[in-house]
């Protein structure tokens, strides 16, 4: 018995970690869904909020008018004691008894009413914050995990591809070596070409004392000259 136990404690044990790990890998979708569902019961207490105030509202101008009617009552039965008319200034003040009574019960609805109402405006702005921050902190987790899947990405691919990598550099120092080697032809083709060009033979001749240029010639002229002289 003590062995199927165990046994059930580490089924348990499995799927308690199993629920953990389903739980982590949606934390960010859990957490969009609580979001989600905090602003649905958010915007139900906005309407239960609405309807509270609505018979705070009621219960107000409810107040009000008992109000009037006291006041008014009072004023008659003065006057039914200024008359000396003592049984209609008693039927006025029994009146103005029950418009009190009701009066009273009237104001402790409004004042739980407007209780209730503050209360709930605190609790609805407060929730409407906390509602804001955690979409922030939404935007921030799914940037957050957008970069890490990025990188990660990255990172297994220079992984997985670490040979095609070396392949490629391979092949790029292959194109660098032919694009250089035509350069080189380039080069000496045309030295080739300078080497053989008329300019190339007057350098040539010049340098072994061969011909020459305008000095030359002008010295050959004077001494013909000279040579007239004599």
């Known amino acids: 018995m003590s062995i199927f136990k165990k046994i059930m404690t580490a089924i ?3 799927a308690s970690e199993l629920g953990e790990t389903i739980v982590d890998a949606n ?3 859990i957490f969009e869904q609580e979001i989600r569902d905090a602003e649905n019961h958010l915007t139900k207490a906005k309407r239960d909020l609405t309807g509270v105030m609505a018979q705070q ?3 107000n101008r ?3 008018r008992l109000k009037r009617e006291v006041v008014e009552h009072e004023g008659y039965a003065m006057q039914a004691m200024e008359k000396g008319d003592e049984t209609l200034a008693l039927a006025v003040a029994e009146k ?3 418009l009190e009574s009701e009066l009273a019960t009237q104001q402790q609805a409004l ?3 407007s209780g209730s109402a503050d209360r709930l405006k605190d609790l609805v702005k407060k929730s409407e914050r906390q509602v804001a921050e955690y979409k922030r902190q939404l935007s921030m987790v799914k940037t957050t995990e957008s970069v ?3 990188t990660s990405a990255i990172t297994d691919n220079f992984s997985s591809s670490n040979s095609k990598l070396l392949n490629a550099k391979d092949s790029l120092e292959r194109i660098k070596a032919k694009q250089q080697k035509f350069d080189d032809q380039m080069k000496a083709a045309e030295v080739l070409e300078s080497e053989n060009s008329d300019k190339s033979l007057e350098a040539q001749l010049k340098a072994a004392g061969i011909g020459g240029g305008s000095d030359n010639t002008a010295n050959s002229v004077l001494a013909r000259l000279k040579a007239k002289q004599k």
């Open 57 to 59: 509202m009621s219960a």
């Open 96 to 98: 103005i008894a029950t």
């Open 12 to 14: 348990r044990g499995g």
């Open 62 to 64: 409810e107040v009000d």
């Open 111 to 113: 004042d739980s009413f």
């Open 27 to 29: 934390s960010t979708r």
């Open 148 to 150: 890490q899947k990025a």
